[in-house]
């Protein structure tokens, strides 16, 4: 691969040497490869960001190094790509990356007609306002005229000009490249509100010097059901993905942590537990993977209260509560599908 | 060998090694060689995109252009509403963008001649600056000066509720954007229109009517005043008597925004800015070294015929420094327009920010999106360079 | 012719020289020299007071704000505020690292540092006629080199890499002595391509198993800062020379409608279209035009783009030295009874391309001030990565300090290669053209 890239880039010879042989089996192709190409954005505080070494951390980047977990045993075995709302589905339906984790909402249009395939929801989100507390607004209902900022490429665009046609008013959009770009904008006031999905507007106004001068507005305008994603047609490779992701939730429901999964794997007598880590039945055989998959996906970085405590929850900066996220026994909607 | 068959009568016979060794054949192979490689490639290619669309199940269709676009566009000349197609969201990003290269070419052009005569001056002061202000635009990236220029504005103009009023509400400088006065046209503009036109078709007449009589008398009316009397006056004139059809729309402080008047955004003042004194660093050396080229004879033989300096000026040195100028000043105009297409940088919805922007995220059409994208941009740089091919040709030197 | 003995009878006339006086006050010195070039008449006065006033008071402001009360050491921006109320070049220093090489890991900065300082060394030969020629085979290695000094990994890769273009050199004369150049050319080609599909990934993956000799491998994601900027725009320009000459040539090529055809559809299609189109192909479109399963990074398809876009460019500047070649050349190297590809190599090329070197160096001027739009695709180059500087805590609310670094730099490469090509153009003139 490297001298390919060579070759290429000194023009000696001609794109068309470049033979790979086809194959439909995205795990196959992986394996291959050694490491897991994961597609992040590029850059929501708590979601995905770069630490100072360069590497990626947060929300997303976590789901990505427990499914190279689950498929190598080694949760550092993943790259990231950062991507723009221009490029992610591109770079995913192009095989630039291997699965997409980055708050993207599943819609109707972008698995049927782009070709995906969404796991399940890992964040319930809505598109939410964030204007300054010296504006004295306090509904959206009250933002006819007013400038927006907006991320373009995303849903929020859409669910925005939906709204304001609704109810009748009239808007300037700002259309924004990054979540950084659209910060700065917001923070010069070259526009009066920020829009996007109000995980990513908590977020953002967390990393403000002043928080306390900008406010939410309570409405909450669509619903942001936030997904991984990997391209329709291999069953197999969506099924990883998907498991592993109900792994982590159902981790969180047995009690299973990073801490404790060796200990519970020895001794736990719960046959829901034997079974989620492997103890019982060969699931991870059947995956095409190694049978300890789901012990080595929660232990990369816990299960999914652990992540989401880590990077996103309400002891963070980000001060993200639990919400529509907690369990469903707990009083949220996260119900994830039991292994059996 | 073909020397030989040069001399002699008798033809050649064909064998099959001439298609290597004989020169008048070879380029025969060379081309059908060619071709296949050619043909093999596109083949090739193509099959790759055949292949690679169906493992995705994707199509190439068109259709999507006539489906609701669903967003929004600040600024829009037509008629646009989120229900709109796509494709009027492509048209209106087409616009956005010829106005912009239209406008860009404009003020560049005055701002490049200005600085091209200046850094000819024989003042030293005025010379150096003009200069360091060409050497200083040309030497750093554009998509910079764009950049710069629109965080200028967001950073340093104050937002609207903190915005001056200025020239007695007609100019509001904001971090959005300048608000400024818009015509509004009322009942007897249409008339008023129709003045307007009738005297520039008169002002040239008088041009013509001036110019024979100068022939014809040596005689020599002052042009350029009387031509601007004849725009002018009829139409103050007729403003007056038909009640002032034309009145002014300023702009008012209202809610979040001031409303009413036009309204001219940063991100379309931060593009026409840099791009303009971008590209007139460029046009100014265009236009530096078509005048340096006229050899310094003609102007003295102009003297001698005893032309004042001003008519050796527009009747002997521009004429032949044009011949020179345009040309790279025409693809100057090409490269403004196709930089143009940084808009998507600063968020300004041209074509590359509509149809191959939010069209193009929202509908995952990337193949079919560029391609028309790339159309246009080919169709107006085929466009330009044709002006220029036929200006070139009629200005050539006829020679003998 | 006047009548000399008249001479002396002439009272009025001096018998003695006078000394010279020192020219007038108003024409020499300082005095003088601003009243002629400042002060010559009512619209120049005009005029030097407008743009000294203009000039006096931006260097007013200016001066203090980057210079005496600029701060280039602190931790944060709010810390730069209470050192002192100038520009916070703070950042430029803290992030120094990341503008010049992005994430390029720190304990390897010598490779492309020492690259760099390399690139030099194979530059010099061309630009610098009185060095030895033995030199211009270190210009023919670097490029292999610097890829394996950037990127690293195994060795054997650029070292078969060069063993092929040897044996290719050695096909190409085995097969155009009997035959002719442009078959032997084809056949080296060929020989090239099979090498490289059938042998190349098996050979080097061998001997990387056998003897693993070679750097850390680094990857492109973490390429960044000016790292990039050097990375595309040097590549660009090198493999597009030799694409431009070929294209410049096809459209020459009256004789074959054909090549010229597809050489001129070529390079209208490339000219016609904004960068921008082009790199948004290279980010979502190249992998449709690869076979299914294809991947290879964005910096690379960007390169691939950049150096197309460049070839069209250089096509067109060589056409011109092409077309201001006299007439007579290509007589006299017919005459001489040279074929097409000797003519083209002694004569030809040599002369056109001597009267296109201010072209090619504009050309590369171009490209290396455009390679900032890789940034709109998301690559970190400086501009890229001014924005994610921007949305830390630390330096959020920096403004004018990063665009104005960014643009010195690219200022000062600018600058000097469009005056180096100007020296190199005196050079080179060897005073008959026309």
């Known amino acids: ?340 | 060998m073909t020397v030989a068959s040069d001399f002699s009568d008798d033809v050649e016979p064909f064998r099959l090694s001439m298609l290597i060794y004989d020169k008048r054949y070879r380029s025969y192979t060379l081309q059908i060689i060619t071709i296949a490689l050619f043909m093999l490639a596109v083949g090739w290619l193509v099959s790759n995109v055949v292949q690679n669309f169906r493992d995705l199940g994707k199509e190439f269709s068109f259709a999507f252009l006539w489906e609701p676009a669903s967003y929004d566009i600040n600024q829009r000349l037509i008629e646009y509403t989120s229900r709109s197609p796509h494709w009027k969201a492509a048209v209106v990003g087409i616009l956005n963008t010829l106005v912009l290269a239209f406008l860009g070419c404009i003020a560049a052009t005055i701002l490049g001649v200005a600085i091209g005569v200046m850094r000819l001056s024989k003042n030293w002061l005025v010379s150096r600056l003009m200069t360091i202000y060409i050497e200083g635009f040309r030497n750093v990236p554009v998509l910079l000066w764009i950049l710069l220029a629109s965080t200028a504005f967001s950073a340093m103009l104050p937002a609207p509720r903190q915005a001056p009023v200025l020239l007695g509400g007609g100019f509001v400088p904001t971090n959005r954007g300048f608000y400024v006065p818009a015509p509004i046209w009322e009942s007897g503009s249409g008339v008023l229109a129709i003045i307007f036109l009738l005297s520039l078709v008169g002002a040239w007449f008088f041009g013509r009517w001036a110019r024979a009589k100068q022939a014809a008398t040596g005689e020599i009316l002052p042009v350029f005043w009387i031509r601007l009397a004849i725009i002018i006056l009829p139409v103050l004139f007729f403003y007056f008597i038909l009640g002032r059809p034309i009145g002014l729309s300023l702009p008012e402080l209202k809610g979040f925004n001031f409303q009413g008047g036009g309204f001219v955004r940063n991100s379309f003042m931060a593009l026409w800015i840099a791009l303009s004194l971008y590209t007139a660093a460029f046009i100014a050396e265009n236009v530096r070294s078509g005048i340096q080229a006229i050899s310094k004879g003609q102007t003295e033989a102009a003297y001698s015929l005893g032309l004042p300096p001003n008519r050796t000026m527009n009747l002997v040195i521009l004429p032949q420094a044009l011949r020179i100028i345009i040309p790279p000043l025409i693809s100057q105009y090409l490269n403004l327009t196709k930089n143009s297409s940084l808009a998507i940088a600063v968020g300004y919805m041209d074509i590359t920010g509509t149809l191959g922007g939010i069209t193009l995220n929202q509908t995952g059409r990337e193949m079919e999106s560029l391609l028309l994208v790339m159309g246009f941009y080919l169709i107006v740089s085929l466009l330009i360079s044709g002006v220029m091919n036929v200006y070139n040709n009629s200005v050539a030197i006829k020679e003998r | 012719m006047s009548d000399t003995q008249s001479k002396n009878s002439l009272l009025y006339v001096s018998t003695k020289d006078l000394p010279e006086l020192p020219a007038p006050v108003n024409t020499t010195g300082p005095v003088a020299w601003m009243r002629q070039n400042l002060f010559a008449s009512v619209r120049d006065t005009v005029l030097t007071v407008l743009f000294a006033i203009l000039v006096i008071a931006i260097l007013y402001k200016l001066i203090p704000w980057m210079l005496t009360d600029a701060v280039f050491f602190a931790d944060s921006i709010r810390n730069c505020r209470e050192i002192d109320t100038g520009a916070c070049f703070a950042v430029v220093t803290s992030r120094f690292n990341q503008l010049i090489f992005g994430f390029y890991p720190p304990e390897l900065y010598w490779r492309p540092i020492l690259a760099f300082l390399l690139m030099f060394v194979a530059f010099a030969p061309l630009l610098h006629d009185n060095l030895p020629r033995k030199l211009l085979w270190f210009t023919g290695v670097f490029p292999l080199l610097a890829y394996f000094l950037l990127w690293g990994g195994a060795i054997w890769g650029p070292l078969l890499i060069l063993a092929m273009v040897t044996a290719a050199v050695f096909v190409f004369s085995l097969v155009s002595k009997p035959l002719n150049s442009t078959l032997g050319l084809l056949a080296a080609i060929a020989f090239c391509l099979m090498y490289y599909i059938f042998l190349h990934d098996s050979i080097s993956g061998a001997l990387a198993s056998a003897m693993p000799i070679g750097l850390e491998f680094v990857e492109s994601a973490k390429f960044g800062g000016f790292l990039i900027t050097f990375v595309i725009g040097v590549t660009g320009i090198v493999a597009s020379l030799p694409l431009g000459i070929v294209l410049a040539l096809g459209r020459k090529s009256d004789n074959m409608p054909v090549v010229k055809m597809l050489c001129v559809g070529f390079i209208e299609f490339i000219r016609g279209v904004p960068l921008i189109t082009l790199l948004f192909v290279a980010s979502t479109l190249l992998n449709y035009f690869l076979p299914p399963g294809t991947t290879f990074d964005l910096i690379l398809r960007v390169i691939i783009m950049v150096t197309l876009f460049a070839a069209a460019y250089m096509a067109e500047v060589v056409r011109g030295g092409l077309a201001a070649l006299p007439r007579g050349q290509y007589e006299a190297a017919d005459a001489l009874g040279l074929n097409y590809w000797q003519a083209t190599r002694l004569i030809i090329l040599p002369q056109a391309l001597k009267i296109s070197i201010p072209g090619i160096v504009n050309t590369f001027i171009g490209l290396f001030k455009d390679t900032v739009l890789v940034s709109i695709v998301g690559i970190l180059d400086p501009v890229g990565i001014m924005q994610p500087i921007r949305s830390t805590s630390e330096w959020n609310g920096i403004i004018w300090e990063l665009p104005i670094f960014i643009g010195l730099v690219f200022f000062i490469f600018c600058f000097t290669m469009s005056r180096y090509s100007m020296y190199f153009e005196r050079k080179l003139d060897t005073g008959h053209r026309s």
């Open chain 1, 1 to 340: 691969m490297k001298t390919k890239l060579l070759t290429l880039a000194l023009g000696a010879a001609a794109i068309a040497t470049v033979s790979t042989s086809a194959s439909a089996a995205t795990l196959d192709d992986v394996k291959a490869k050694g490491f897991l190409q994961c597609g992040v954005s590029t850059g929501v505080p708590g979601f995905a960001f770069t630490d100072d070494a360069g590497d990626w951390q947060g929300f997303d980047p976590a789901l990505c190094r427990a499914m190279a977990a689950a498929i190598f045993g080694d949760a550092k075995a993943v790259k990231f790509t950062p991507t723009t709302g221009k490029t992610r589905f591109t770079a995913l339906a192009s095989g630039e990356v291997d699965v997409l984790a980055r708050n993207t909402t599943e819609t109707f249009s972008r698995d049927v007609d782009l070709k995906f395939t969404f796991a399940p929801v890992n964040y319930y989100d809505g598109q939410g306002f964030m204007v300054r507390k010296s504006l004295g607004v306090t509904s959206a209902k009250n933002l006819s005229g007013a400038t927006i900022c907006i991320q373009t490429g995303t849903t929020t665009e859409l669910n925005l000009a939906d709204y304001f046609r609704a109810n009748n008013m009239t808007y300037e959009p700002v259309p924004i490249e990054t979540n950084a770009e659209a910060q700065e904008k917001y923070l010069a006031n070259a526009c009066d509100v920020y829009t996007t999905d109000a995980s990513g507007l908590a977020a953002t106004r967390a990393a403000f010097e002043k928080p306390g001068d900008h406010m939410l507005l309570p409405e909450i305008i669509s619903k942001e059901p936030l997904a991984p994603l990997t391209r329709h047609g291999d069953d197999q490779w969506a099924d990883i993905l998907k498991w592993t992701l109900n792994v982590l939730i159902n981790a969180e429901e047995l009690g299973v942590t990073a801490a404790n999964a060796d200990d519970m794997l020895a001794n736990s007598k719960l046959p829901s537990i034997r079974r989620l880590l492997g103890a019982e039945g060969d699931f991870g055989t059947k995956l095409g993977l190694g049978n300890d998959w789901s012990l080595n996906a929660i232990k990369a970085g816990g299960n999914y209260g652990e992540i989401y405590d880590k990077y996103i929850g309400p002891k963070t900066a980000i001060g993200l509560e639990r919400g529509l996220n907690q369990l469903w026994s707990k009083g949220g909607i996260l119900y994830a599908a039991p292994v059996r």
